[in-house]
């Protein structure tokens, strides 16, 4: 195991990924819900749907759907979605390094890692929302700008997918790993 992945297991404290989890999750929490307040004026779409408009024209129908207190709702979601990423990125980074903690054999090496992809979704996120922003009326949508917004929010949600599947599968697998010694 290299140098800077033993040191990641025992640094930073317990104490502070669990301040971080603690900080992190009323954060999202409170977001979510204005998030989920905004999306009311994006019905019958949310703003997820407009990450993965891909064309011009799909979205210029949600624009049109929106009308401007929806494209204002939408405008906010994306700049809220700001203040969002560095409470994900943070909250899957502590977990991810707390499972890697609690893992053995050749999951524990891999949570480092795994633990840097919440940034890095974050950084797709933060590109994402430059794109979907430069998007919105009175500008003209673009289906290349479009394009590269919904790949960046596929990578997004699949860096966080794995990271989720790692924080759940790894201290599982021990658990299971050490169950099977017991009995």
């Known amino acids: 195991m290299s140098e800077a992945v033993q040191r990641?297991?025992?640094s930073p404290s317990r104490t502070t990924l669990t301040t971080v989890i603690f900080v992190a999750i009323p954060a999202l929490v409170g977001l979510t819900f204005g998030f989920n307040v905004?999306?009311?004026s994006l019905a019958p779409y949310t703003i997820v749907d407009y990450e993965f408009a891909w064309t011009a024209e799909r979205a210029a129908t949600m624009f049109a759907q929106?009308?401007?207190?929806?494209?204002s709702a939408a405008r906010?979601?994306?700049w809220l979605d700001f203040v969002y990423i560095p409470a994900y990125a943070l909250l899957s980074w502590a977990l991810a390094?707390?499972?890697a903690r609690a893992a053995m054999g050749r999951w524990q090496p891999v949570g480092p890692w795994v633990a840097l992809l919440p940034f890095l979704a974050g950084m797709c996120d933060a590109v994402e929302n430059l794109a979907l922003?430069?998007?919105l009326p009175p500008l003209s949508p673009s289906t290349t700008t479009l394009s590269g917004a919904g790949a960046c929010a596929a990578v997004k949600f699949g860096l966080?997918?794995?990271?989720w599947a790692y924080t759940l599968i790894a201290?599982?697998?021990?658990?299971?790993h050490n169950a099977r010694r017991v009995i």
């Open 76 to 78: 906010l979601s994306l």
């Open 8 to 10: 990641s297991l025992s």
């Open 133 to 135: 922003l430069s998007n």
């Open 160 to 163: 966080l997918f794995l990271v």
């Open 97 to 99: 390094l707390l499972a």
């Open 171 to 176: 201290p599982l697998a021990a658990w299971v």
């Open 66 to 71: 929106w009308g401007e207190l929806g494209v």
């Open 38 to 40: 905004l999306n009311r």
